[in-house]
């Protein structure tokens, strides 16, 4: 399996507003990563950007199957 980050954002939002957040969830292709995430009810909606990673280091572990939106920090 791999490990893919997806960003999910909404274009018809206001500028500033358009990023509805990101997560990492461990599946074997894109299809399979976006229901994984919607299954565990990490999808928001609109647009989302699939980004495949070679591994997922120790410290980005914390973001595994965790929606994580922008006003968290």
Same mark, same amino acid.
């Given at each position: 399996m791999k490990y893919f980050y997806m960003s999910?954002?909404?274009? *018809?939002?206001?500028t500033?507003?358009? /990023?509805?957040?990101?997560t990492v969830?461990?599946?074997e292709d894109e299809q399979s990563a976006f229901e994984r995430?919607?299954?565990?009810?990490? *999808?928001?909606g609109g647009e989302v950007? /699939?980004?495949p990673l070679?591994?997922?280091p120790l410290a980005g572990k914390h973001y595994l199957n965790t929606l994580i939106?922008?006003?968290r920090y």
């Open positions: 999910f954002c909404d274009v *018809n939002q206001p500033g507003q358009k /990023f509805l957040g990101a969830v461990q599946a995430a919607t299954a565990l009810g990490i *999808n928001p950007a /699939f980004f070679k591994s997922l939106p922008l006003n």
